[in-house]
């Protein structure tokens, strides 16, 4: 027999090896989990037909020859597994869930005592656990967390008492018992009384605070609203004939409705003989102007103080004003000096309307601006009072409301004692990012049961796969070490399930290109049986 037929068996077994590899790559395209593996090849050993020299140069001597070597075909160089994440599949079971990272679930046999301490470096490595990357979780009737070939869970137990995770060692994770449920729905009904004993209690000193500012604010309007009302009713008239604004107010308003009467006599009169009704009119105008003036005078000791030390004596404002506009009308337009008397009222005009509104303009500090300042504070402390006492009616009520579902739930569970020592019943289960598994109850109650752990390791391609879709950890996958997720090594998505992490295009491609190594070494085979045919034959 020649070599070439040992190296065309040799490369048919080995793209068989190949081809079983895809095969199975192709069958799990939809196992949840799978990790798709591809094959390497490696030249087999080989014989020297000759062997190489390191030549020599002395005299006479040849240079190097280089070794003949015959090779005897290929064998299996390695198998590697593809560990990166699989795309997400959603799922409506709420205890369903995959590791977006490179970490691995820790599941297995119920172990002797219950417990892995995780004090050793290598625990998890010789305990006889496996690594998993299958959330397809459940609760089996003895309340532990399985998955679905019955392999328990292992996590992080939880302290209801202490609301801690005990992270020194590894339990199967279980549901927690009626009891514990009952205790923990008193518990967190005493914390509800107590916290609402306390909401009422800052609710009802806010209020007593608000209360006391309001007060405050209340008599500070009450002096504010005194003094500008002193000040109001004390003020005089010029000729100290009228005593208050509300007075003198009273009298303008008169001097303003003698004004319109006289000016609806002229205007409505189809004659005005001596211009007796149009003199009667500009009389009645400038004794209303000038009260009006005056008004505004006295009104600016409790609008504008500043302003009212301004006012000149005499007051040259109006009777300026009065002076020009008399001249105004009594100019003659066809004049040339008609345009500088017009300019000179116009002037005057606005003298005074300039320093009428400086007189109107409400200054800080004023009385009438001290009192609008406080009537306003009055009213912003009142809405800020009656915000306060709507908050103590509701810290009432959500007391009330805490005392009866405690005394409510005190009630039922004492009633239930005989039941204590079941499994707890949850409505829907949810597992957080960093492997948190919260219960509700029907009562909507959110309990946590227990935290998944999750392991890393140190080489992954040392993992050796075991039945269905567990790993065992090899001599060469080093230590697994033991951590919470939710960080870069693997976040917890749940509702979701890892897919198949297999490239059917590339599967196919794969097959094609092995399909055509096994025909071209089978062709090796032919070929050397008809060469050794020949050779057979040539004795005859």
Same mark, same amino acid.
């Given at each position: 027999?020649?070599?070439?037929?040992?190296?065309?068996?040799?490369?048919?077994? &080995?793209?068989?090896?190949?081809?079983?590899?895809?095969?199975?790559?192709?069958?799990?395209?939809?196992?949840?989990?799978?990790?798709?593996?591809?094959?390497?090849?490696?030249?087999?050993?080989?014989?020297?037909?000759?062997?190489?020299?390191?030549?020599?140069?002395?005299?006479?001597?040849?240079?190097?020859?280089?070794?003949?070597?015959?090779?005897?075909?290929?064998?299996? !160089?390695?198998?590697?597994?593809? %560990?990166?994440?699989?795309?997400?599949?959603?799922?409506?079971?709420?205890?369903?869930?995959?590791?977006?990272?490179?970490?691995? %679930?820790?599941?297995?046999?119920?172990?002797?005592?219950?417990?892995?301490?995780?004090?050793?470096?290598?625990?998890?490595?010789?305990?006889?656990?496996?690594? *998993?990357?299958?959330?397809?979780?459940?609760? +089996?009737?003895?309340?532990?967390?399985?998955? +679905?070939?019955?392999?328990?869970?292992?996590?992080?137990?939880?302290?209801?008492?202490?609301?801690?995770?005990?992270?020194?060692?590894?339990?199967?994770?279980?549901?927690? @018992?009626?009891?514990?449920?009952?205790?923990?729905?008193?518990?967190?009904?005493?914390?509800?009384?107590?916290?609402?004993?306390?909401?009422? *209690?800052?609710?009802?000193?806010?209020?007593?605070?608000?209360?006391?500012?309001?007060?405050?604010?209340?008599?500070?309007?009450?002096?504010?609203?005194?003094?500008?009302?002193?000040?109001?009713?004390? $003020?005089?008239? /010029?000729? !100290?004939?009228?005593?208050?604004?509300?007075?003198?107010?009273?009298?303008?308003?008169?001097?303003?409705?003698?004004?319109?009467?006289?000016?609806?006599?002229?205007?409505?009169? @189809?004659?005005?003989?001596?211009?007796?009704?149009?003199?009667?009119?500009? &009389?009645?105008?400038?004794?209303?102007?000038?009260?009006?003036?005056?008004?505004?005078?006295?009104?600016?000791?409790?609008?504008?103080?500043?302003?009212?030390?301004?006012?000149?004596?005499?007051?040259?404002?109006?009777?300026?004003?009065?002076?020009?506009?008399?001249?105004?009308?009594? /100019?003659?337009?066809?004049?040339?000096?008609?345009?500088?008397?017009?300019?000179?009222?116009?002037?005057?005009?606005?003298?005074?309307?300039?320093?009428?509104?400086?007189?109107?303009?409400?200054?800080?500090?004023?009385?009438?601006?001290?009192?609008?300042?406080?009537?306003?504070?009055? *009213?912003?402390?009142?809405?800020?009072?009656?915000?306060?006492?709507?908050?103590?009616?509701?810290?009432?009520?959500?007391?009330? @409301?805490?005392?009866?579902?405690?005394?409510?739930?005190?009630?039922?569970? *004492?009633?239930?004692?005989?039941?204590?020592?079941?499994?707890?019943?949850?409505?829907?289960?949810?597992?957080?990012?960093? !492997?948190?598994?919260?219960?509700?109850?029907?009562?909507?109650?959110?309990?946590?049961?227990?935290?998944?752990?999750?392991?890393?390791?140190?080489?992954?391609?040392?993992?050796?796969? +075991?039945?269905?879709?567990?790993?065992?950890?090899?001599?060469?996958?080093?230590?697994?070490?033991?951590?919470?997720?939710?960080?870069?090594? !693997?976040?917890?998505?749940?509702?979701?399930?890892?897919? /198949?992490?297999?490239?059917?295009?590339?599967?196919?491609?794969?097959? $094609?290109?092995?399909?055509?190594?096994?025909?071209?070494?089978?062709?090796?085979?032919?070929?050397?049986?008809?060469?050794?045919?020949?050779?057979?034959?040539?004795?005859?």
């Amino acid at each position: 027999m020649v070599r070439s037929m040992f190296a065309g068996v040799a490369g048919l077994r &080995a793209h068989q090896s190949k081809m079983d590899v895809i095969g199975n790559n192709i069958a799990n395209v939809n196992t949840w989990g799978y990790k798709a593996a591809s094959m390497s090849f490696k030249d087999a050993m080989y014989q020297n037909s000759s062997s190489g020299s390191g030549g020599n140069t002395e005299t006479g001597g040849i240079g190097a020859v280089n070794a003949n070597q015959i090779g005897y075909g290929v064998t299996t !160089g390695a198998i590697t597994y593809d %560990f990166s994440t699989g795309s997400m599949s959603p799922s409506a079971s709420g205890l369903d869930c995959m590791i977006d990272g490179t970490g691995f %679930f820790i599941v297995g046999p119920m172990l002797s005592g219950g417990a892995l301490s995780l004090e050793g470096d290598d625990a998890v490595k010789s305990s006889g656990l496996y690594l *998993s990357r299958v959330g397809k979780f459940k609760v +089996d009737p003895n309340g532990y967390l399985t998955d +679905d070939s019955g392999s328990y869970v292992y996590g992080f137990s939880y302290d209801q008492d202490t609301k801690k995770y005990a992270t020194g060692s590894l339990v199967p994770l279980k549901l927690p @018992t009626q009891s514990v449920i009952n205790k923990l729905k008193n518990d967190n009904n005493s914390d509800a009384v107590t916290a609402a004993k306390k909401a009422l *209690s800052d609710a009802q000193a806010t209020y007593n605070s608000q209360n006391a500012i309001v007060s405050a604010a209340r008599q500070a309007y009450v002096t504010a609203q005194s003094n500008y009302q002193a000040k109001y009713d004390s $003020i005089e008239n /010029a000729a !100290g004939t009228i005593k208050g604004i509300g007075n003198i107010q009273a009298d303008v308003d008169a001097k303003e409705a003698a004004m319109k009467t006289a000016y609806n006599d002229w205007k409505n009169a @189809t004659t005005d003989p001596g211009n007796t009704l149009r003199d009667a009119y500009y &009389a009645k105008l400038k004794e209303y102007e000038q009260a009006d003036y005056e008004l505004i005078e006295l009104k600016a000791q409790l609008i504008a103080p500043t302003a009212a030390k301004a006012i000149p004596s005499p007051d040259e404002y109006f009777t300026n004003y009065q002076s020009k506009l008399e001249a105004f009308r009594d /100019a003659d337009e066809t004049l040339t000096t008609y345009e500088g008397i017009k300019k000179d009222y116009e002037d005057a005009k606005k003298a005074l309307v300039d320093f009428k509104n400086k007189l109107s303009t409400l200054e800080d500090g004023s009385l009438q601006s001290v009192r609008d300042a406080a009537k306003i504070t009055v *009213s912003t402390e009142e809405t800020k009072l009656e915000a306060a006492y709507n908050a103590v009616a509701k810290a009432q009520a959500n007391l009330t @409301t805490a005392q009866t579902t405690a005394a409510s739930s005190s009630s039922s569970t *004492s009633s239930g004692t005989s039941t204590d020592d079941a499994l707890a019943e949850f409505a829907s289960y949810k597992i957080q990012q960093d !492997g948190t598994i919260v219960g509700t109850t029907a009562n909507s109650e959110t309990v946590t049961i227990g935290k998944i752990a999750l392991g890393r390791v140190q080489n992954m391609g040392g993992l050796e796969k +075991d039945s269905g879709y567990y790993y065992t950890v090899g001599a060469s996958a080093g230590n697994v070490s033991v951590f919470e997720g939710g960080g870069t090594d !693997g976040v917890i998505r749940s509702n979701f399930l890892e897919m /198949a992490k297999v490239d059917l295009a590339t599967e196919m491609t794969d097959m $094609i290109t092995t399909q055509r190594g096994f025909q071209a070494n089978s062709k090796i085979i032919t070929v050397t049986d008809q060469m050794l045919e020949e050779l057979v034959n040539m004795k005859r």
